[in-house]
Structure formats: structure tokens, C-alpha cells
């Protein structure tokens, strides 16, 4: 990714995401996702945001990450999330977001910015909006994996 492309992590005050009994419950209940939105999820990953990151085209990556957010699974767990972290998917756009997106099952959302300037009014912007928020930071894309360092002895 891009060294000038940035996250914004907008951590809302809100219940923690779904885990042990409860999250194998909503696999079971949701789970087989259907064949047409898998196929629409590989699409979206070896069509649209691959090629992005490739071509370094920012809105291409937005647009991308931004569909996956009402298709399959992804769509179940921001629904679960309820009106909430919808609302406030919305807010973080209008607040100047080109893209957003919900971890996992929440409740941490993140925003795509070009660059620095646009993430600190993104972070400003949330901030600005009175919602409750555990933390709201500026982070950047890891290019690199994990290492391990073996220590003597």
C-alpha cells in the first residue's frame, strides 16, 4: 500500500464485538454464505481492490471496500451491529471519508484517506460529532509481515 495512504480507526463506545457462543451461533445461523455473494466477493477482491492497490488507484480501492461493506457475511455482521454503526458508517463519510469500513464484528471502524491532511479532518471531523468514542487514531498500512527473532541461549 502506499506510504501516503492512511487509516483512521474510529473506536466507538459501544458493546464489543460478538465472540464464543454468540459468534459461533451467528456462524451457524448465517453460514453457508450464498454462492452469489461469494462470487460477488471475489470479484470485488481480484477485480476491483487488487488492481487498486497495483495501480495505486485510491477511489478504485474505496469503491471496493466500500460494496464489500453491504455484501455477505459483511453485510450480516454490520446489520447485527444495528442502527448504531450504520449511523455512524454515515457519519464518518459525511465527515469526509472516500471509504469505510467495519472490522470483524465491530464495533471498530476504519476510513481510507490519501494522505495525511485528509485523515487528520476525517479524525477531526468524527471527533467533532459528539459520538462516544473509546479512540479515534491516524494509523498507516504494515507493507511488511510478521518477523521472528530467534534469541540466543
Known sequence: MPR?????LAIPELHKGAHDQQEVNI??????????????????LLMVILPAIET???SSLCEGINRIQSTGF?????DIRGDS??????????AGAP??????????LYALARNNQQA???RDNVL??????????????????AEVKLLDG
Not at 501516503?4 to 483512521?8: D, F, G, L, P
Open 4 to 8: 501516503e495512504w492512511q487509516v483512521v
Open 27 to 44: 456462524f451457524q445461523e448465517y453460514c453457508p454464505v450464498s454462492i452469489k455473494d461469494v462470487r460477488t466477493l471475489c470479484h470485488l
Open 56 to 58: 495505486r488507484s485510491f
Open 74 to 78: 459483511k453485510k450480516v455482521e454490520i
Open 85 to 94: 454503526i450504520k449511523t455512524l458508517m454515515e457519519q464518518l463519510k459525511d
Open 99 to 108: 471509504c469505510v469500513g467495519m472490522s470483524s464484528f465491530g464495533p471498530t
Open 120 to 122: 487528520e479532518e476525517i
Open 128 to 145: 467533532g460529532l459528539g459520538y462516544p468514542m473509546r479512540e479515534c487514531i491516524i494509523t498507516r498500512f504494515n507493507n511488511h509481515g
